[in-house]
């Protein structure tokens, strides 16, 4: 018999422009994003940490790291998902948000989960 240790996750993210709290001639752009982070395996594991790379369009970069998101470390049985939204600020129109979650499974072993590079812009920016 053969036992699969492999945690399957996915991360699908959603953005939007927040004009209302922008301000254009201060190069101040905020974008929200919505990420959903799906267990698709069997095996359980919790979110512990987040690590980002935001990059602005003149390739400025800042890099955050915190413990969980937004005030939770949700804990993920096969087949659950969370949901959250969040918000970043760039000094121009467009940039880009890619990083990794720090997750520990019930067993106690680590691993990553990337989350894939994103398009951070506002409407009629890029074609």
Request: aromatic share 10%; charged share 20%.
């Amino acid at each position: 018999m053969t036992t699969d240790k492999s945690y399957e996750f996915s991360i699908s993210v959603e953005t939007a422009y927040v004009p209302e709290q922008s301000d254009e001639s201060d190069n101040h752009y905020v974008f929200s994003y919505t990420i959903t982070i799906a267990n698709t395996g069997k095996l359980p594991a919790q979110l512990i940490s987040r690590h980002w790379i935001i990059k602005d369009a003149t390739e400025g970069v800042q890099e955050v790291r915190g413990l969980g998101v937004v005030g939770a470390q949700p804990f993920l049985r096969g087949g659950e998902q969370f949901q959250y939204t969040s918000g970043c600020v760039l000094t121009t129109p467009v940039g880009s948000m890619e990083g990794s979650y720090q997750m520990v499974g019930e067993d106690g072993s680590s691993f990553e989960v990337p989350i894939p590079r994103f398009t951070l812009n506002m409407p009629r920016v890029l074609h």
